[in-house]
């Protein structure tokens, strides 16, 4: 017998998402056992997770969800109860360059780890619980009125996108065909510490750094709905505990950013704690060829989660940009390690080399 209440397996819990909500578990339930299962893509990066990795309800293993038969075989070793899925490739500009990592992962990993949770708990699904990760880019592009309910069809435009509906949908099938236990939550761009800087933010925040230009794509007009990442952890946390087994929740802050106007408060947020001159960090901006099938809009409504669960977001945006651009340039090391690909050679001295 296990001395431990539960035990999850989260995937992808070296990327961004996924160490903020391993710290979060870790921390708040001891009596959790927290298995980490991540392949260590370039967004993986164990360094994420220093400050927990030494805790006795944590572990990591090194692993690709594509990998079907080592899916099984984690799950007979572990006997996982629940299985939190967050690994996934994630970068719609890298869908667009090479979407078939996008499908192996995102579809064919997804499918495998139902396959893994379906053979485990079919004798016996009482309180366990597959709980899917995904985003509001599966529902499409919003004109300029309207938000996305759990009720919105989805139109998936990105290969990206496309990859996470899939898997959406495969894991509603799942449990409509086979009753496994299933919760989905799909949330809205999130920021915060550690994530990988080819995403907006902490992009822009390693270039106005370095004086370096913001490819700013088209004509900087699209719209994105921006949420704390320690908002989505705490959002998780409520679905997975209190959330209405086979029920979908949106997650999301109300809070509509055009990139233009999210990049200009960036800039001023800059100067300022660079010390730099108002109006500097603005001159590096650079309007650039638009991404091709750029969506212009996403706006979740998140009320079922507010009114059912009883969720909001703890952190205003501008506090929390300016905690974000606060930890970028506390944590250089972290950022010249990760962009310099250092951080790989961590998982080999922390764990090949043992
Ligand atoms: P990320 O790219 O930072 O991290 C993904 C993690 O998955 C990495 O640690 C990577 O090594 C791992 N991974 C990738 N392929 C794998 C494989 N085949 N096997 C095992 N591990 C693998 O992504 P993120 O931004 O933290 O997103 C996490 C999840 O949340 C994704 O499912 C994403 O679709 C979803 N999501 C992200 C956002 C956002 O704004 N970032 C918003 C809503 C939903
Ligand atoms: P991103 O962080 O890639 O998230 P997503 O595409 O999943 O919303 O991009 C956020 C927005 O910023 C999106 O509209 C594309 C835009 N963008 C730029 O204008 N320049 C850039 O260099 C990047 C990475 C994104």
């Keep these: 017998m296990s001395k431990f209440k539960r035990t999850i397996m989260v995937t992808g819990g070296a990327g961004f998402i996924g160490s903020h909500l391993i710290r979060f578990f870790v921390k708040k339930y001891p009596d959790y056992k927290i298995v980490n299962v991540d392949k260590l893509t370039y967004a993986g990066n164990l360094e994420n997770l220093t ?21 099984q075989k984690l799950f007979d070793e572990y006997k996982f109860d629940s299985v939190i899925h967050l690994a996934a490739e994630s970068h719609v500009d890298r869908s667009i360059t090479n979407p078939m990592e996008f499908i192996y992962t995102n579809i064919v990993g997804t499918a495998n780890l139902l396959n893994a949770a379906k053979f485990h708990w079919k004798d016996n699904p009482e309180g ?3 709980y899917h990760v995904s985003t509001d880019e599966v529902y499409g592009s919003l004109g300029e009125t309207g938000f996305f309910l759990e009720t919105t069809s989805y139109d998936p435009r990105s290969p ?4 996470k509906a899939s898997s959406d949908h495969l894991v509603r099938a799942y449990h409509h065909t086979f009753g496994l236990p299933i919760k989905i939550s799909n949330c809205s761009n999130n920021y915060g510490s550690f994530q990988f ?11 106005i750094k370095n004086n370096k230009p913001l490819p700013v794509y088209g004509k900087g007009e699209n719209i994105r709905d921006w949420l704390w990442v320690n908002d989505h952890a705490s959002a998780i946390d409520e679905i997975f505990h209190n959330g209405k087994m086979g029920e979908t929740y949106n997650i ?9 106007d999210l990049i200009k408060l960036l800039c001023k947020i ?3 704690k660079l010390g730099r001159e108002s109006g500097t960090s603005e001159k590096l901006i650079s309007y650039v060829k638009d991404r091709a099938g750029h969506d212009l809009r996403y706006a979740i409504d998140s009320t079922k989660l507010q009114n ?13 940009l300016r905690k974000t651009v606060g930890w970028y340039l506390d944590s250089s090391e972290w950022l010249n390690r990760v962009t310099s690909g250092a951080y790989q050679e961590y998982y080999e001295d922390q764990y090949e080399k043992r």
């Design 51 to 71: 400050d927990i990795e030494k805790e006795s309800n944590y572990e990591f293993v090194k692993a690709d969800i594509v990998d079907a038969e080592l899916m």
């Design 128 to 130: 366990k619980l597959f």
């Design 160 to 163: 990206y996108s496309a990859s």
């Design 197 to 207: 800087p080819e995403k907006l933010i902490p992009l822009f925040i390693h270039n």
């Design 252 to 260: 999301g802050g109300h809070n509509e950013w055009t990139n233009i």
């Design 270 to 272: 800059m100067d300022e």
């Design 308 to 320: 059912d669960l009883g969720w909001k977001p703890s952190l205003q945006f501008e506090e929390g």
